[in-house]
């Protein structure tokens, strides 16, 4: 079974401009949640889809965004980026029960913003 | 609300040394704990978790916790160190099992000396 998959594996971007990150959960997976990950911050939760509705969200400005589409894929959106928004974004599946006990990583998509 | 802290950021230990990773948290009811591995440029992988159960938590790899709720810990050991435990350990908690999201500690790094 293939496990979360991130696309794509870097970015590179400059202050103002938006990106899109993908998330494909493991098959079967309807709850994607996305967290991102810096050295002074740690972990940090963004938000949590689940059959296309927006669950969670965690204490993030209005600029970063995320949608679910009918086949769980998942994709977040960051708009004007700025240079603290650097950071691997990690996207997480599990599936429709016990959400926290069955949580499966990918291996994120590194952004950096100059 | 829930937090977790994990004492000291970097953990050095020779290979077949005991390691102990500790991870203090806070939560005013019963918490979910768990302990994930990350890997250079690799997602978060889980290597155990305590969902009220049996104290004394096995997870992979070797890895044990457990969990002293009289010293609100939940400390991460193995007693022999391998060169390929070297990574970044990090505690998480969470009240339930649902869909609540985890909360992370900073991490600690273990560096393994041959």
Redesign the interface.
């Known amino acids: 079974k293939a496990g979360v998959t991130q696309t794509p594996r870097y970015l590179i971007k400059t202050r103002g401009q938006q990106v899109t990150l993908s998330c494909s959960p493991i098959s079967g997976h309807r709850s994607v949640s996305w967290y991102q990950q810096t050295p002074g911050q740690g972990l940090q939760f963004l938000f949590e889809y689940f059959s296309e509705t927006q669950r969670n969200k965690g204490n993030f400005p209005g600029r970063f965004s995320g949608r679910q589409f009918s086949n769980s894929r998942s994709e977040m959106n960051v708009s004007t980026l700025e240079l603290g928004d650097s950071a691997l974004y990690l996207c997480a599946s599990s599936p429709e029960a016990q959400t926290n006990e069955k949580l499966f990583f990918g291996s994120g998509t590194q952004l950096s913003v100059l | 609300a829930q937090s977790v802290t994990q004492l000291g950021s970097h953990v050095s230990v020779s290979e077949g040394a005991l390691v102990l990773l500790r991870c203090n948290y806070s939560s005013s009811v019963p918490p979910?704990l768990?302990w994930?591995v990350q890997y250079p440029?690799?997602?978060?992988?889980?290597l155990l978790?305590y969902?009220s159960a049996a104290t004394l938590v096995k997870g992979i790899n070797g890895f044990e916790a457990e969990f002293k709720k009289s010293e609100t810990s939940f400390h991460l050991t193995k007693p022999s160190a391998h060169m390929s435990d070297a990574a970044e350990y990090?505690c998480?908690v969470?009240p339930?099992?649902?869909?609540?999201?985890?909360?992370?500690?900073?991490?600690t790094r273990l560096s393994v000396i041959a």
């Open positions: 979910y768990f994930y440029n690799q997602g978060l992988q889980l978790k969902t990090f998480a969470t339930n099992s649902g869909n609540t999201p985890l909360v992370f500690g900073k991490g």
